[in-house]
């Protein structure tokens, strides 16, 4: 089992950076695929990025490809994302989540996630 601790959010302006990290809890976090997930007030919570356990393989929404930048730190139990040129449309809660995995790959579904933090509040505004 592994519990994860989100931080980093806040209020930003358009055109902005923020980075979100999350702090897992166990010794086995190498052994977890991770993701991030945001949920907007009266939206469906929707895939942002993910990471493979060894973080050699990584993917992403296309409305933050090249904005966003997943990454890991398994010596630290810890994993983040980079958020740049954030937009309104980027305003929301952000999850992260923990999925044991064995085959080395990443997901994107939420569905596939065990475990999920608190999440914390991004708003960017215009």
């Known amino acids: 089992q592994v519990q994860l601790v989100e931080s980093g959010g806040g209020l930003v302006q358009a055109g902005g950076s923020l980075k979100l990290s999350c702090a897992a809890s166990?010794?086995?976090?190498?052994?977890?695929?991770m993701g991030w997930f945001r949920q907007a007030p009266g939206k469906e919570r929707e895939f942002v990025a993910a990471i493979s356990r060894s973080g050699g393989s990584t993917g992403y929404a296309g409305s933050v490809k090249g904005r966003f930048t997943i990454s890991r730190d398994n010596a630290k139990n810890m994993v983040f994302l980079q958020m740049n040129m954030l937009k309104p449309e980027d305003t929301a809660v952000y999850y992260c989540?923990?999925?044991?995995?064995?085959?080395?790959?990443?997901?994107?579904?939420?569905?596939?996630?065990?475990?999920w933090g608190q999440g914390t509040q991004v708003t960017v505004s215009s």
């Open positions: 166990g010794r086995t976090f190498s052994s977890y695929a």
């Open positions: 989540a923990a999925n044991w995995d064995y085959s080395g790959t990443y997901y994107y579904t939420k569905y596939d996630y065990d475990y």
